[in-house]
């Protein structure tokens, strides 16, 4: 439960134009979670999308205590948000949010389609009645007496300042954005426009330089000697750092090729342990 790899196929899907594959929400969602391992109480969880599927597969709260406990759901006292990617039947990707604060659990979808909404919800039902269950188990330890013994039966609402994209293509990019792992997420200031190249070459250079990535060492190793071989000074060919991507100056479709050819070059896959 503790593994993911990406292929550097998989990983080149963040290339602008490119369907998303979902094993790149699944990295995203492992990176949130191993980034708050060090935490003794975490503000927010993040679940990869496989617990909605084993929800819907029918697995009992213990089986899924003892899969996704203490890693994915780490035990804590000051939780505030849980975010979830989820796909329905279509295999459409939207997003949960639950927020403790609020007392509810927000339907985050770039592409709402009005005979999806029953389904959907109805997942997140499960889904929220599923993580009470685990919340206040045996297994999950004393720290379940903070657990709210009414998250089960929380208010659905869709969030409100997402525009309709008329399409799926953009749906993982969507969810990928909303998996906030610094719990700065306001469901009052959503934003309502993707810059869909920064985001793929934000996460493709996170994903392959980030210290939970197995390979992360000589993925950096290899791409600084690639750059010492470069004379031509142009920096728009050359695996810049995430902060350079963020801020936009750069292409970002770019430097996802540079990343996936040449970040990757000793490995052909990443693993998050």
Partial sequence: MLEFRLT????????????IDKRVVDMVAMRNACSIQHLKHPTFLCLPPRFAHDVERGLSAQELAEAYIPFWIKPSRFISHIFMPMEDSFHHSFCMVVDYDLKMAFRLDSWPEPLMVPEQEGLMRKVLRMLQDIMTSSTYGPLRLHTPPNLGGWPIRAAEGIPNCDTRLFSTAWVISWLNPEGRFNLFRLNGVLDDSTLRGRIAVELVSSPFNAHA????????????????????????SSAMIVTGQMDGGHHVKAAAEYSCAVADDLTYP
């Fill in 8 to 19: 550097r196929s998989k990983l080149e899907s963040l290339i602008p134009g490119h369907p």
């Fill in 217 to 240: 060492g000589l993925a950096r190793y290899w791409a600084e000697q690639w750059q010492r071989k470069r004379t031509s000074g142009r920096v728009g060919d050359i695996l810049v």
